[in-house]
């Protein structure tokens, strides 16, 4: 399973070539190495952002895949070279879609770690705990019911539980290959997680409007049909108030041990 990678998409606008290469041409040392040592199944951490501002929402696994920054051409790349490495030598791969990954483990072992990162509630529960001061709101007019943008936001278990299964099926049909979205099908505003976390601690968040930012497509949902009618999988955590209720488990604990 080949989860490593650069993921920042800002910083790959700055540094495009910093991204293809540890996206891209490390990813090409991992699978040639990988293959040269006989690993026959290979599972890949892909991503949304293939698809850039896609045609159609949700989004199946058909939709154009036109990426908008360097991060989503170069998974993309990893992708293709993935493809045609299974075409051509004795292994079978995932590439596996990933929407907005969130939560942390139910039993608290394990979950986001890292200073200034940029997912939505990562940076609202860390607002929560009371180590960022407020929390940005990037737009309240985009063409969606409250003006702020919809995501699909899927608990890390359930991502998971859905890796797994997808490592069973390529060893059990090693002729094929598993292209699939990771989502739930669910779109949530910005404004709607942040309300159903004033819900879950009970105290207000403080929010700042601010402008758009560049390339935020207003809707980004995944069509989970693929998902759902290949592999034997099915969402456990899916309630956005158990999302958030996990990830600020987790915060309170690295903040208890002072972590960052
Ligand atoms: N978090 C999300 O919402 C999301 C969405 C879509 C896709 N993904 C993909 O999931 C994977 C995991 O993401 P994450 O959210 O856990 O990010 P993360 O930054 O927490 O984890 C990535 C890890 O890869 C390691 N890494 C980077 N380059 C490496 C290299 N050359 N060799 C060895 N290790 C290296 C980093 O040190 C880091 O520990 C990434 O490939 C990312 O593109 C994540």
């Not at 058909?62 to 051409?73: M, Q, R």
């Not at 797994?164 to 090693?174: D, F, G, Q, S």
């Not at 034997?232 to 041990?257: F, G, P, V």
């Amino acid at each position: 399973m080949h989860f490593a990678g650069s993921i920042v998409v800002p910083e790959s606008v700055e540094k495009p070539l910093d991204y293809y290469r540890n996206n891209t041409v490390a990813s090409h040392a991992l699978v040639s190495t990988a293959i040269d040592a006989g690993v026959r199944h290979i599972v890949f951490s892909s991503t949304a952002a293939v698809y850039g501002e896609p045609e159609r929402v949700p989004v199946d696994e058909s939709v154009a895949k036109i990426p908008i920054n360097p991060y989503g051409a170069s998974k993309l790349m990893t992708e293709r070279m993935l493809e045609d490495s299974a075409a051509a030598y004795p292994m079978n791969y995932a590439a596996l879609r990933y929407f907005n990954v969130s939560g942390a483990d139910p039993e608290g072992r394990s979950g986001q770690v890292g200073k200034g990162s940029t997912h939505l509630i990562k940076v609202a529960v860390e607002t929560a705990v009371g180590k960022r001061d407020h929390i940005d709101v990037y737009g309240t007019d985009y063409p969606t019911e409250d003006g702020s943008c919809v995501r699909d936001y899927i608990h890390v278990s359930d991502l998971v539980a859905a890796h797994l299964k997808a490592l069973e099926r390529l060893i059990e049909k090693p002729e094929e290959n598993l292209v699939l979205n990771l989502g739930y099908g669910r779109g949530l505003s910005v404004i709607e997680v942040l309300d159903a976390l004033e819900r879950v601690t009970g105290k207000p968040i403080r929010r700042e409007i601010k402008g758009r930012r560049a390339g935020d497509p207003p809707n980004l949902i995944s069509s989970n049909k693929a998902l759902l009618s290949t592999l034997d999988w099915s969402a456990r955590y899916a309630d956005i108030d158990t999302i958030l209720t996990h990830a600020l488990e987790w915060e309170r604990k690295l903040q208890s041990r002072n972590w960052e």
